[in-house]
């Protein structure tokens, strides 16, 4: 892949480059500019279209509604075939003592401004699959319709859920509206797992690779529970700002049910019979 043409369209002259690792799907690249560095992704814009632009407005969002650090985006831009996002590059650094405390606090004042629906105004995505953002008045039919049919549908056309398991799901959607605490939408990061959140060269938390949308803000705690890496101080920080409601912790299932939805259709195996076991559970 000739990289200059992104170059060129991007209007900055490189001096050199290397690649870092970007994700699954996304080739990566840092950039050195006449002393300046930048993050590169580059993927097919044919196979996954528009998908740069979705995340670029879903990191506007982010920065102009948070104090969590986001990073800046230069461009982003489509060169033949090749979709390209170009964003600051942000140092590594040690964590400030205050590091989690700041983290959980300013998550949690980004959960508490309310937003006007359930949903977003547009649809974007979730690792490669499309995440479908369509309005709601309720959450539990936005999340029954725009998080859960949708791939349990994609499961049970590619054979990994059997009729029992569909009716399994059919109970489980029509106790939803049960089973979460009332909440106002709240603009969430989509995606927040350890992965997708770095500690910068100033000691405080960058978060990035968001798949936003206006949600039920137990969404994000539930995916930064799902495959660990936050410090206890961050949850007691959130809780200080912005206090869960009770049982929140026995939620966690049903919150972590539309992640492990994606991680089954990506990559099957036992994130199969994680959603399966989650939706028997709550449908009885």
Excluded at 50 to 59: A, I, P, S, V
Excluded at 170 to 198: V, Y
Excluded at 206 to 212: G, S
Excluded at 261 to 282: D, E, M, P, R
Aim: hydrophobic share 40%.
């Amino acid at each position: 892949m000739d990289l200059n043409q992104i170059f060129e369209d991007a209007g900055i002259v490189i001096n050199s480059y290397k690649p870092v690792h970007g994700g699954d799907i996304n080739k990566a690249y840092c950039l050195q500019s006449n002393g300046i560095q930048y993050f590169l992704k580059v993927n097919n814009a044919d196979q996954y279209p528009l998908m740069f632009e979705k995340e670029m407005n879903g990191l506007n969002a982010l920065r102009e509604h948070s104090l969590i650090t986001i990073p800046n985006v230069i461009k982003c831009g489509k060169v033949k075939t090749r979709q390209y996002l170009l964003l600051e590059w942000i140092e590594k650094g040690q964590p400030a003592k205050d590091c989690w405390l700041n983290f959980g606090s300013r998550l949690a004042m980004l959960h508490k401004q309310p937003r006007p629906f359930f949903g977003f105004t547009e649809d974007n995505f979730i690792g490669s699959l499309v995440q479908y953002n369509t309005p709601h008045s309720s959450w539990h039919s936005f999340y029954i319709e725009c998080r859960v049919m949708p791939l349990v549908k994609m499961l049970v056309d590619a054979g990994s859920f059997s009729k029992e398991d569909a009716r399994n799901t059919e109970l489980f959607c029509k106790r939803i509206q049960t089973l979460f605490p009332p909440e106002p939408p709240a603009l969430l990061h989509g995606d927040l797992w350890s992965g997708n959140f770095m500690v910068a060269n100033r000691g405080a938390v960058t978060i990035f690779d968001p798949a936003v949308y206006y949600g039920h803000r137990e969404m994000d705690i539930g995916m930064t529970r799902l495959f660990g890496g936050f410090d206890r101080t961050f949850y007691e920080a959130y809780n200080e700002t912005y206090p869960l409601e009770k049982g929140w912790q026995q939620r966690l299932p049903l919150t972590q049910l539309y992640p492990l939805l994606v991680h089954a259709v990506l990559f099957g195996g036992h994130y199969i019979s994680n959603v399966k076991g989650i939706i028997h559970q709550f449908s009885q």
